[in-house]
């Protein structure tokens, strides 16, 4: 068990809809990062908030945002659902400390769009 | 940017046998490179890690070694166990990146028995 947990696992839903994946971070850690993985494909980094600030952006796309909260947790939201958006969607955090860029993973949100 | 390319993209070995996965990365300043290890339907988990001031480290039967100037680092497996067989992916860490990782595509490693 990593420390970081996603909610929800699972998420069956329409093309056109909006869903929110929420992510709560390790105690202590300050940076949350989120990734979309494809099936058998790689992990594409999608944004990183670090204590309640956009930190870096990879390859998202508009019709996808995120923020983090004072109490540190993360959401992700997803609008305008596309087939193609069917993926995980993993959430990991990390202390981001000049000695450490461990990143510890969630066990990733199951996205269906049908 | 930094760009991370990593090879082969499935291998397969015999129990037993020693397996290599190999990374190479475009940025010179990149200093932290970390193996990650997914398991089916696992989120990835660090499994070893080496920083640009060092040029191998072992953790029993996994070890990572770097080459700076060719700018390749290596995963390597000995003694390979059923339990190995999962994806590993490679990453690079600019020092200018906000610790940000650009991963590698991972490998597919299939132990057969």
């Known amino acids: 068990d990593s420390g970081v947990t996603q909610t929800p696992k699972h998420l069956i839903t329409a093309t056109g809809q909006r869903v929110t994946l929420r992510c709560s971070p390790r105690?202590?850690?300050?940076?949350v990062y989120w990734y979309q993985q494809s099936l058998d494909q790689g992990l594409q980094f999608l944004i990183q908030?670090?204590?309640?600030?956009?930190?870096a952006k990879g390859n998202i796309l508009e019709r996808f945002s995120a923020q983090q909260f004072p109490d540190l947790h993360s959401e992700l939201n997803l609008s305008s659902l596309e087939l193609g958006d069917s993926a995980l969607y993993f959430c990991a955090s990390s202390v981001t400390s000049g000695r450490s860029n461990e990143q510890f993973f969630g066990p990733g949100t199951r996205l269906t769009v049908l | 940017g930094e760009n991370v390319e990593q090879h082969p993209s499935t291998l397969s070995v015999q129990e037993g046998d020693s397996a290599v996965i190999k990374c190479t990365y475009s940025?010179?300043?990149?200093?932290?490179f970390p193996w990650y290890k997914q398991e089916l339907g696992k989120g990835p988990q660090l499994i070893i890690d080496?920083?640009?001031n060092v040029g191998e480290k072992k953790d029993q039967r996994i070890a990572v070694t770097l080459n700076k100037t060719a700018k390749h680092f290596s995963l390597h497996i000995t003694e390979t166990q059923p339990e190995d067989s999962a994806v590993y992916f490679c990453a690079a860490s600019p020092m200018d990146s906000n610790y940000q990782l650009i991963w590698g595509a991972g490998t597919k490693l299939i132990i057969k028995p």
């Open positions: 080496i920083r640009s």
């Open positions: 105690s202590g850690d300050l940076s």
């Open positions: 908030y670090y204590n309640g600030e956009e930190r």
């Open positions: 940025d010179s300043a990149s200093n932290y």
